[in-house]
């Protein structure tokens, strides 16, 4: 019975430091999960939603320059009298310069019209400009919402950016945990039947006479330990099955929880392929790459056109208007002083021009609105280098972690393999005699338990690695 029980041995002493993958069980790319949460998940249906409601913002902006047709019609009777007649119907449009231009026709009639409102019998064609000469000359609310909403534009790029950065996180960790817990179940129910199997050897050798009762039950409480083991580790598998689940969403339909789950992932070892950068790599592009920085400077150019704003509202209010009058529609019309009248002529005589003058005294709102303005801007700029320390220090933080796990792992590997030699020398001793089950026992137990360790590690590395680039706002830009 020797014999089998050193195979036995040696079976437990090469079987547990694997969780091997089953062939018959589809693996699960690491890309491809993540490459379909970022084209299903809802979350990342609403950040491609984000760029749809900037586009349509910058539209809505834009409306302030569309051209707008008007009228305006007025008529009075009484007691079968028409009273007047008057009425305005054109378009107007307002450039992004500042002016306005008109195009109208009006046409008047009645036994009481008032002489000023008296037009020629065809009506009067009208183009008009007006032009602010002081404050809105340079800018104006209408130039401001447009930039606003361009602004927007990046601003919310920037917030998706953000989005699928933190989602991607999410999904990175819920792969790692699944595939962590994986390797557990695999390498406890490996360690399970190694146990049952050794066992069996044990109560064999027991009924031959070549081993005492105690041992069997040395070999079983071992076989109930990882049973209970087992136990846990598939439990602990199983939900992390259903947190993958929850997060496989299909063309907008709800991911089914709790069907079967018949894909395995990657090796834990290769489940991040990113490369390991140097630090500075990853701390000085952060104010151009992380989207809480950008959304930050977006906002302070904002408030930068805000401030521009309330400038322009220091400046009296001046604009002059004028507006060429026709004959009907022809604007060169002959008159009774000049039968042959030139268009530069014209635009000297028929015409109708004003001037529109404000200003505030006190410039109370003014002021008030530009101190507001720039107090934005300082608690911007606050919030903005805040925000920037804590981002490189959380890079700094996490790459740290990088590289304590990346350490780590060099020193358990040189550990397990010390700890698998020290069971294949005790399994030798074991053979001459000089050794005893409850030692092989407590030689095997600390190898799993230390292989078992050797895999959470190897997955916060994973996550660590996964967390420097999340902290340095990089992950949609990988994956």
């Known amino acids: 019975m020797r014999p089998y029980l050193t195979l036995c041995v040696l079976l437990v002493v090469m079987g547990p430091l694997y969780g091997a993958q089953n062939d018959t069980v589809p693996v699960l790319p690491f890309s491809q999960f993540l490459g379909n949460i970022k084209q299903e998940h809802p979350i990342a249906r609403n950040a491609d939603l984000l760029l749809r409601q900037a586009e349509a913002q910058v539209r809505q902006a834009r409306g302030a320059f569309d051209p707008k047709l008007f009228s305006d019609w007025q008529q009075k009777s009484f007691d079968g009298t028409r009273y007047y007649r008057i009425g305005e119907v054109g378009a107007k449009v307002t450039t992004q310069w500042g002016m306005e231009f008109k195009g109208a026709f ?6 009481y019209l008032n002489a000023e409102n008296r037009l020629p019998d065809p009506g009067q064609a009208v183009l008009g400009l007006t032009v602010p000469l002081l404050n809105g000359l340079l800018f104006d609310g209408n ?67 070549d081993k005492p009762g105690v041992d069997t039950i040395e070999t079983f409480t071992q076989v109930q330990n990882w049973q209970l083991e087992l136990n846990d580790a ?69 408030l930068e056109v805000d401030r521009r704003l309330a400038a322009e509202q220091f400046k009296p209010r001046l604009d002059v208007s004028y507006n060429f009058l026709g004959r009907g529609f022809d604007f060169t019309a002959p008159t009774k002083e000049d039968p042959s009248l030139t268009l530069t002529e014209a635009l000297g005589t028929n015409f109708k021009w004003g001037l529109n003058f404000s200003f505030p005294l ?118």
Not at 106 to 111: D, I, L, P, W
Not at 280 to 302: E, G, N, Y
Not at 369 to 380: D, F, G, R
Not at 416 to 428: G, K
């Open 234 to 302: 598939l439990v602990a598998y199983r939900n992390a099955t259903l947190s993958m689940q929850a997060l496989q969403w299909n063309q907008g339909r709800a991911p089914a929880i709790g069907e079967n789950w018949n894909w395995q992932p990657v090796p834990l070892q290769n489940v991040v392929q990113l490369p390991s950068l140097p630090l500075d790599s990853f701390t000085q592009q952060l104010a151009l790459q992380h989207p809480d920085l950008r959304v930050l400077q977006v906002d302070w150019r904002q």
């Open 106 to 111: 009006n046409s008047a009639g009645g036994t």
């Open 362 to 479: 006190f410039l109370r709102k003014e002021r008030g609105k530009m101190e507001l303005v720039q107090i934005k801007q300082q608690q911007t700029n606050n919030k903005l280098e805040q925000k920037r320390i804590e981002i490189e220090n959380k890079v700094r933080g996490y790459y740290n972690d990088l590289e304590n796990s990346r350490n780590q792992i060099l020193r358990y590997q040189v550990l397990l393999s010390n700890l698998q030699t020290l069971l294949q020398a005790e399994q030798r001793k074991f053979e001459v005699g000089e050794s005893s089950i409850f030692l092989i026992n407590s030689r095997e137990q600390k190898l799993i338990e230390t292989q078992l360790k050797f895999n959470k590690l190897q997955g916060e590395f994973a996550k660590d690695l996964l967390s420097v680039y999340w902290s340095a706002g990089r992950l949609n830009s990988v994956f």
């Open 143 to 209: 130039r401001a919402g447009l930039q606003n909403a361009q602004l927007d534009r990046e601003g919310l790029a920037a917030e998706r950016q953000g989005l699928f950065n933190d989602l991607l996180l999410q999904a990175g960790i819920t792969y790692i945990n699944w595939a962590i817990a994986y390797n557990q179940w695999r390498v406890t129910e490996q360690a399970y039947q190694l146990s049952l199997t050794r066992f069996r050897g044990i109560r064999a050798s027991y009924f031959m006479g």
